[in-house]
């Protein structure tokens, strides 16, 4: 059964240095793949998906994510960290049409 | 569209009560997810639809939960009689179609149950 793991409950990273949260995943076949975003008492917002057309996927606010077969990784990252990047990440996987979460990785970004 | 819409935002009720949730899905998505949210679990699939039928129904945790969906842009997630340990954030997500495609959430329902 497909499903995914994160691999930290909690990230710290200094304003202006990269960010990388990790994710893998488990499957017998090419998933569909994703990362969502949940700021304090708000739903859950998507960043991107992978339906393998390109490795590298591109989101929103300057994430992006690479698609990596041989290590059944899908780990996310920017460049640099901005306050307003402070919130729970989730990874998750499409499977037999249900979406499954990880158990999500808070990021916390130090001034 | 104004997105999937969830009612009431905040909830407090009395052990022993009856809670009724609500969803509005996104027109023309043939999915409906509900999820519950929580720091010991996580994000959990309860239930999901699919054209208004229930598909799977194993992450519900007891008969004290039930889920309906009487038409394409409406469900409700029943909890009779509710319990403390309900206490969680409730989301409803939609999607247009099975594979590859993402879900969109509603802003979630914050249920208290005292």
């Known amino acids: 059964a497909q499903s995914v793991t994160q691999l930290d409950s909690h990230v710290s990273v200094s304003e202006g240095t990269p960010v990388l949260l990790r994710c893998n995943y488990s499957?017998?076949?090419?998933?569909?793949l994703f990362w969502y975003v949940q700021h304090p008492n708000k739903g859950l917002q998507l960043l991107l998906k992978y339906t393998s057309a390109a490795t590298l996927v591109k989101g929103i606010n300057g994430f992006e994510a690479e698609f990596k077969k041989s290590e059944t990784s899908f780990h996310l990252t920017k460049p640099s960290a901005h306050m307003s990047d402070a919130a729970e990440y989730f990874c998750?996987?499409?499977?037999?049409?249900?979406?499954?979460f990880g158990k999500g990785t808070r990021l916390h970004i130090l001034p | 569209d104004a997105g999937v819409i969830q009612s009431p935002r905040h909830e407090v009720t009395e052990m022993g009560q009856e809670v009724t949730l609500r969803c509005k899905p996104i027109?023309?998505?043939?999915?409906l997810f509900w999820y519950r949210q929580t720091m010991m679990r996580g994000l959990e699939l309860l239930i999901y639809?699919?054209?208004?039928?229930?598909?799977?129904d194993s992450g519900m945790p007891e008969d004290r939960f039930s889920a309906k969906m009487p038409n394409a842009s409406f469900s409700t997630l029943k909890i009779q009689p509710s319990e403390p340990r309900d206490s969680a954030v409730y989301f409803c997500a939609s999607s247009p179609s099975g594979m590859n495609t993402e879900a969109f959430f509603g802003q979630g329902t914050r249920l208290t149950v005292v």
């Open positions: 499957s017998s076949y090419s998933p569909s």
């Open positions: 998750a996987v499409n499977r037999d049409d249900k979406i499954i």
């Open positions: 639809f699919n054209n208004n039928v229930p598909i799977d």
């Open positions: 027109s023309g998505h043939d999915y």
